[in-house]
């Protein structure tokens, strides 16, 4: 296999029809270490918006069970990417996301926001910011942005943005006129850095930790009270991530794909997990976990596997 033959591979494909396969080539083949951060920063965005970093501060579930919530959401977004929205592990995985999600008092606004960091954040980090080993095109972009209007339409989100540009002006939009410290948040923030510092063997939780800060962006630092990193680490890390993609380029494709539970930083589940069962079920859950919580024809048939889950409870 050729080093571009998976990006000649998408662009044979429908930016809309054809979107879960161009991500799951993009997420597994293409850019699996890069998408993986980008996304990790994109979640890690939203904690500087009082009324999602507060709810999360006040759940515990970021702070005082960081490791596995961290695992669940990537188990949870990665078997949709894997599998897709039809019958199987991607649609009971998105059931399970609704069934938690509503078990909070979310807003819409929030909704929106926290579905643009995704559409967005991927294309700074491998074009805007250059960390990527190569651009993505403007198909690919499209189909980024396709996959995450369809996840918004399944999670019952209104007013989700058409383009790539309108989800670009709503995060930077909804950033200027909402980020604002809070206690919860902080604490988010500062429980997610240490769990992000144990990836690394102890002898470089210094460095890990300097490195974690400098590429976080003054917006986040401002709001989280931080003390700035240095100019010498923002320019080491910046030429760090842009040595890996020039090294990345030369390397050779990668065929098997890397998906999420392969992640060796993913831990909670040595023994396998059912995704019918990963997650929060807060005591008084309003939704019942049988029933699909935005009722959306295309994802109320049962599938066996989530039948199967559902006998246990």
Same mark, same amino acid.
């Given at each position: 296999?050729?080093?571009?033959?998976?990006?000649?591979?998408?662009?044979?494909?429908? *930016?809309?029809?054809?979107?879960?396969?161009?991500?799951?080539?993009?997420?597994?083949?293409?850019?699996?270490?890069?998408?993986?951060? *980008?996304?990790?920063?994109?979640?890690?965005?939203?904690? *500087?918006?009082?009324s999602i970093g507060g709810l999360l501060g006040e759940t515990d579930e970021?702070?005082?069970?960081?490791?596995?919530?961290?695992?669940? /959401?990537?188990?949870?977004?990665?078997?949709?990417?894997?599998?897709?929205?039809? #019958?199987?592990?991607?649609?009971?995985?998105?059931?399970?996301?609704?069934?938690?999600?509503?078990?909070?008092?979310?807003?819409?606004?929030?909704?929106?926001?926290?579905?643009?960091?995704?559409?967005?954040?991927?294309?700074?980090?491998?074009?805007?910011?250059?960390?990527?080993?190569?651009?993505?095109?403007?198909?690919?972009?499209?189909?980024?942005?396709?996959?995450?209007?369809?996840? $918004?339409?399944?999670?019952?989100?209104?007013?989700?943005?058409?383009?790539?540009?309108?989800?670009?002006?709503?995060? &930077?939009?909804?950033?200027?006129?909402?980020?604002?410290?809070?206690? $919860?948040?902080?604490?988010?923030? &500062?429980? /997610?850095?240490?769990?992000?510092?144990?990836?690394?063997?102890?002898?470089?939780?210094?460095?890990?930790?300097?490195?974690?800060?400098?590429?976080?962006?003054?917006?986040?630092?401002?709001?989280?009270?931080?003390?700035? #990193?240095?100019?010498?680490w923002r320019r080491a890390a910046d030429l760090a991530l842009k040595l890996?993609?020039?090294?990345?380029?030369?390397?050779?494709?990668?065929?098997?794909?890397?998906?999420?539970?392969?992640? #060796?930083?993913?831990?909670?589940? #040595?023994? $396998?997990?059912?995704?019918?069962?990963?997650?929060?079920?807060?005591?008084?859950?309003?939704?019942?976990?049988?029933?699909?919580?935005?009722?959306?024809?295309?994802?109320?048939?049962?599938? *066996?596997?989530?039948?199967?889950?559902?006998?246990?409870?």
């Open positions: 296999m050729k080093r571009f033959d998976f990006r000649d591979e998408i662009h044979r494909l429908d *930016a809309e029809a054809d979107c879960v396969r161009i991500m799951q080539i993009l997420q597994s083949h293409e850019f699996p270490w890069d998408m993986g951060r *980008a996304l990790g920063i994109a979640l890690y965005r939203t904690y *500087a918006v009082p970021f702070t005082g069970s960081t490791q596995k919530r961290y695992d669940d /959401t990537a188990l949870i977004l990665g078997n949709m990417v894997q599998h897709g929205f039809e #019958p199987g592990p991607g649609r009971d995985a998105l059931r399970r996301m609704n069934q938690m999600h509503r078990s909070y008092d979310i807003s819409n606004d929030d909704y929106r926001y926290v579905l643009s960091t995704f559409v967005v954040m991927p294309v700074r980090w491998l074009n805007d910011y250059g960390y990527g080993w190569r651009r993505l095109s403007e198909h690919e972009i499209s189909a980024i942005t396709h996959y995450y209007r369809r996840l $918004g339409r399944y999670m019952g989100i209104k007013d989700v943005p058409e383009t790539y540009e309108g989800f670009r002006e709503l995060m &930077d939009g909804y950033e200027r006129e909402h980020f604002a410290y809070t206690e $919860g948040g902080r604490r988010v923030s &500062d429980s /997610t850095l240490d769990l992000m510092v144990s990836f690394y063997p102890p002898r470089l939780a210094g460095a890990a930790r300097a490195f974690s800060m400098a590429i976080l962006d003054d917006s986040l630092i401002e709001t989280f009270r931080y003390e700035p #990193p240095s100019r010498a890996r993609a020039r090294v990345v380029r030369r390397m050779k494709p990668r065929e098997e794909p890397l998906w999420a539970e392969n992640n #060796p930083n993913v831990r909670s589940y #040595p023994q $396998g997990y059912d995704v019918n069962r990963i997650g929060t079920f807060p005591a008084g859950c309003p939704v019942a976990h049988d029933v699909d919580p935005v009722g959306n024809e295309e994802l109320d048939r049962p599938t *066996a596997s989530r039948q199967a889950a559902d006998s246990h409870e």
